[in-house]
């Protein structure tokens, strides 16, 4: 859907499964998804029309993100074979730039592992995921060093597994929102600040996406109400 400031217009892609969007500018937006055939793709808007490409690498069985850092550095992240995929373009191309395989745990039978988010802080990517099996689950983090992805420790996060959303402040600082809870993480020099949302009526289910604008951090989140009735939260922290 796009929001041409008098009202929503639809644009349809028959047999994309799912995907995201990413806007530079009006006439520079991406949209990259799976697709039933198993191939992947990904498509340009320069404010007239949409051209498509494939997605490298076989393409992802599924995107969950798409972020833009410029014309020239967009990403997107998903899954492949059951393991982390990512996807880079850097103005002329495509290029698979995935993290390494993750290893199940001994023993797990039915293990899949992909990547939910990437986000930014600065120049440098940062991008979350989940591992899951039969009884086994883990969250994962990763930073991008300009060639490859290296896997960073998560903060000791009180309620389920891994994060729901990476982000920056308007302090340059790296934040995670947690999955299951009202908690936020917040990067430091010594390691991770744990910050606690306010409580809202119910019971927080956790923080979907979060962002930056005017020099506040804003975050969306969801809580749970009596008999599995649900209301969005919207959070604006203070300025700085």
């Known amino acids: 859907m796009h929001w041409d400031g008098d009202g929503w217009q639809t644009h349809s892609f028959p047999g994309s499964t799912r995907g995201d969007v990413a806007a530079v500018a009006d006439d520079d937006v ?45 990403w997107a992240v998903g899954t492949r074979d059951d393991q982390p995929y990512a996807a880079h373009w850097n103005g002329t191309r495509w290029r698979v730039l995935s993290p390494g395989a993750v290893t199940p745990p001994p023993g797990e039978d039915e293990f899949s592992a992909w990547l939910s988010d990437v986000g930014f802080v600065g120049d440098t990517a940062w991008a979350i995921g989940v591992a899951t099996g039969d009884d086994s689950a883990q969250g994962m983090l ?50 991770w600040a744990k910050v606690a949302l306010p409580e809202q009526p119910g019971t927080a289910t956790g923080i979907e996406a979060s962002g930056t604008t005017g020099g506040r951090t804003w975050a969306v989140g969801t809580a749970e109400l009596d008999d599995f009735e649900y209301h969005g939260v919207i959070y604006r922290g203070i300025a700085g």
């Open 30 to 74: 991406w949209f990259a998804s799976g697709t039933a055939d198993g191939t992947g793709v990904a498509r340009h808007y320069d404010g007239t029309s949409w051209r498509t490409t494939q997605l490298p690498g076989a393409g992802p069985d599924s995107i969950a993100n798409v972020e833009a850092h410029g014309s020239n550095d967009i």
């Open 142 to 191: 990763y930073r991008f060093n300009g060639e490859t992805w290296t896997r960073k420790k998560l903060p000791a996060m009180e309620v389920g597994v891994g994060a729901s959303d990476v982000g920056t402040g308007p302090n340059g600082k790296l934040w995670l929102s947690s999955r299951d809870s009202n908690l936020m993480y917040r990067k430091t020099a010594d390691g």
